[in-house]
T-cell receptor, first 113, second 113 residues
Framework: TQLLEQSPQFLSIQEGENLTVYCNSS?????LQWYRQEPGEGPVLLVT?????EVKKLKRLTFQFGDARKDSSLHITAAQPGDTGLYLC?????????????FGQGTTLQVKP | DAGITQSPRYKITETGRQVTLMCHQT?????MFWYRQDLGHGLRLIYY???????DKGEVPDGYVVSRSKTENFPLTLESATRSQTSVYFC????????????FGDGTRLSIL
């Protein structure tokens, strides 16, 4: 089974600061997804990156897939209290047709006003 | 409302008892998944199903049984609950290939005393 190491596991910052969350593996994934989870709810997909080197932006969130498709990062610019939550990266294991998701441990983000 | 629903939301039971967690989706998605979420481990796949009557083991299947007689339902049974199975359980569904988003229910918080 492939493994995904996510860091940091916990991040507490002030409103307006920037931050980056990393997701690393020694294995290649066919694609990688980022989810956000609120307390008491299931994860919700933010983005899927498929191509090595791909960069996707979602308002103040920037997602990058490594050139070798082994790692990814999530950068948040000018964080706001509404960004607080658990961020999970998940790699698609196996073929893109039938692949299962392998999740990182998650990063709990707290943005203080 | 259309979507994916889990029941019950909360369950307390004793060791040795059988308990079944229910999952129902209204999208007719082919794939369905069961995960458990524990602190420090992210989401770990228990079982998944590619279609009705087709199920397969995930990363942590021991102690769990699944069935899928209808496309929309995917119950998870703990045949003889143990304290190590205390966790939050999430059901998810997906249409098509592995790059498609997984849609999660809101989870069942299970405590085994």
């Amino acid at each position: 089974t492939q493994l995904l190491e996510q860091s940091p596991q916990f991040l507490s910052i002030q409103e307006g600061e920037n931050l980056t969350v990393y997701c690393n593996s020694s294995s290649v994934f066919s694609s990688l997804q980022w989810y956000r989870q609120e307390p008491g709810e299931g994860p919700v997909l933010l983005v899927t990156v498929v191509t090595g080197g791909e960069v996707k932006k979602l308002k103040r969130l920037t997602f990058q897939f490594g050139d070798a498709r082994k790692d990814s990062s999530l950068h948040i610019t000018a964080a706001q209290p509404g960004d607080t939550g658990l961020y999970l990266c998940a790699g698609v294991e196996g073929s893109s047709n039938t692949g299962k998701l392998i999740f990182g441990q998650g990063t709990t983000l707290q943005v203080k006003p | 409302d259309a979507g994916i629903t889990q029941s019950p939301r909360y369950k307390i039971t004793e060791t040795g008892r059988q308990v079944t967690l229910m999952c129902h989706q209204t999208w007719s998605h082919s794939y369905m998944f069961w995960y458990r979420q524990d602190l420090g481990h992210g989401l770990r796949l228990i079982y998944y199903s590619a279609a009705a009557d087709i199920t397969d083991k995930g990363e942590v299947p021991d102690g769990y049984v699944v069935s899928r007689s209808k496309t929309e339902n995917f119950p998870l049974t703990l045949e003889s609950a143990t304290r190590s199975q205390t966790s939050v359980y999430f059901c998810a569904s997906r249409t098509g290939g592995g790059n498609q988003p997984q849609h999660f229910g809101d989870g069942t918080r299970l405590s085994i005393l």
